[in-house]
């Protein structure tokens, strides 16, 4: 953890989840929806002790980047889609997902499988972030830049959706049938604490990042280029980069949820 962290971070609720992640011996851990690895890093640095990573994602572009990343641990990556994981019933003793939630088609059936294959008494873990709360201005617009870029992926036929409500996270989780389930919320992600550029991060309105979403949303705008919609979309967006460049833009807020299987 960096010796030197801002307020906000120190009273996001970072702070606590990093610790409670602390008391979780992950064994054997599958990390679904793990693109290129992120928050497997961020599981190394945080968890009490681990025997070894199995990360899954249906994208083997992703899995390529997670590879590159994560080539010297006990790290094994593998394409599989989540509604029918092949492996078997209570193989292992941590499942977690990190912002995969929204882009799945059928979330339910995915949740079922990763209780499917925890061991019982075995740790299930959620980071994703959430739409409602108290959200800054600032993270308002990064929800807003998601959603353009969720409307683009729909329009291109790629699953990706709007981000869930905390209601809506609670209740999906609910009907696995957890115990000690445990729903903790931050305004930073776990991450953060361990990244040297925090204190810069704090300012959402820094020319230099604004120039970076600024660009991302350019680059959306890109993969729709000829598209019936495009108009539309461009519309959008232009209007989407006015408030980027008045507001700037922070993650959104994220709930963790931990719980165990029965």
Request: contains cysteine; negative net charge.
């Amino acid at each position: 953890m960096i010796a030197d962290i801002p307020d906000s971070l120190r009273d996001s609720g970072a702070i606590e989840v990093r610790e409670k992640l602390g008391t979780i011996s992950g064994g054997d851990v599958l990390d679904v929806g793990t693109d290129d690895g992120d928050f497997i890093k961020v599981l190394m640095k945080t968890l009490k002790d681990y025997k070894s990573f199995t990360g899954i994602d249906i994208s083997e572009e992703s899995l390529t980047r997670a590879r590159k990343r994560l080539n010297d641990g006990p790290v094994n990556f593998i394409v599989m889609n989540a509604e029918t994981m092949t492996f078997l019933e209570n193989q292992f003793d941590t499942v977690c997902a990190s912002y995969s939630i929204h882009h799945l088609e059928n979330i339910e059936a995915v949740l079922s499988e990763m209780y499917r294959v925890l061991k019982p008494d075995g740790s299930f873990i959620i980071q994703e972030m959430y739409s409602d709360g108290e959200q800054t201005t600032a993270q308002q617009v990064d929800m807003l830049v998601h959603h353009l870029d969720v409307k683009v992926d729909s329009l291109l036929g790629i699953p990706h959706f709007k981000t869930l409500t905390r209601r809506r996270l609670r209740s999906l989780v609910g009907k696995l049938g957890l115990s000690e389930v445990e729903f903790m919320e931050s305004s930073w992600s776990v991450k953060c604490l361990f990244c040297s550029d925090a204190h810069y991060c704090t300012n959402p309105t820094r020319a230099d990042h604004i120039d970076s979403v600024l660009k991302q949303i350019d680059k959306v705008l890109t993969r729709i280029f000829g598209h019936p919609s495009y108009d539309e979309i461009r519309e959008e967006a232009e209007s989407l980069k006015d408030r980027v460049k008045t507001d700037g833009s922070s993650e959104a807020s994220v709930m963790y949820i931990f719980g165990k299987k029965k």
